[in-house]
């Protein structure tokens, strides 16, 4: 896992933050008192999480990655908002977060799939649903792998700026499902991801597993743009209620 400290500089121009994400959000966050209360997880360098904190949103954020949690620190620093960052991961939250608190979670850019584990995916409903304020909701993004079930080896989006390319492939064996990803610039080849085991979870089994959590309702689109999303999509979001 040290190699995904080479994906940090990087990391704002791969996973930018666009008008249709601004926009998508702010669908949803007036929809409760304010200031509403946002927990992402796995937050990057927290240049989305930033943004909201600006606009009045009492913000959340936890990560794993140290490189990527020192960035987003670094962009608070001397800002007087209402933003606090952590290092955690999913199955420390609700042991250190605050029960009913959250009116939105969010975890985008699939980073769900590396709670690598079915029995803690599942989890992780249960424990966002504890987090939640009355009728808070969650919104998930992340690749359509039912796109990609068939295929033992399937080659993932890539992801392009002006500087660098990220290619991912997701491999499939009796040992599990394992990400492999690197950065290419140039005709420079860096690893981020080597083997990774992963859960490459669907969209059946997002409702499946938000209906045992107790949620009541999902939207699924293909982007921020609120498209439908079908099987031959590339991305997937879900809003769970």
């Known amino acids: 896992m040290d190699t995904v400290k080479n994906l940090v500089e990087y990391y704002d121009e791969l996973f930018p933050v666009s008008d249709a994400q601004r926009i998508f959000f702010e669908s949803y966050i007036p929809q409760f008192s304010p200031p509403a209360k946002f927990l992402s997880i796995g937050c990057g360098t927290g240049i989305f999480e930033h943004r909201l904190a ?3 949103i009492d913000v959340t954020a936890i990560e794993t990655v140290r490189g990527l949690l020192d960035s987003a620190t670094r962009r608070y620093r001397n800002q007087l908002m209402a933003l606090r ?3 955690m991961s999913t199955l420390e939250m609700t042991k250190f977060l605050g029960k009913n608190f959250y009116n939105i979670i969010s975890c985008l850019n699939s980073r769900i799939i590396f709670i690598h584990k079915k029995e803690l995916v599942r989890k992780f ?3 966002c649903k504890e987090l939640l304020s009355e009728n808070g909701i969650v919104i998930l993004g992340l690749e359509n792998f039912e796109k990609f079930r068939a295929d ?3 080659i993932l989006p890539v992801r ?3 500087r660098i390319t990220y290619k991912s492939q997701v491999t499939k064996n009796a040992q599990g499902t394992f ?3 690197h950065l290419e610039k140039e005709s420079k080849v860096i690893p981020v991801y080597e083997r990774i085991p992963i859960y490459p979870l669907q969209k059946s089994e997002i409702a499946e597993f938000a209906k045992e959590a107790g949620f009541e309702k999902i939207d ?3 982007d921020f743009e609120k498209n439908p999303v079908s099987e031959d999509s590339d991305y997937l979001f879900a809003v769970i209620r």
Do not use: G, R, V
């Open 220 to 222: 699924f689109f293909s």
């Open 54 to 56: 600006k606009n009045a």
């Open 179 to 181: 990400l492999e990803s």
């Open 152 to 154: 033992p080896k399937a």
């Open 125 to 127: 409903f249960y424990d």
């Open 85 to 87: 960052y952590f290092q």
């Open 160 to 162: 392009k700026s002006i």
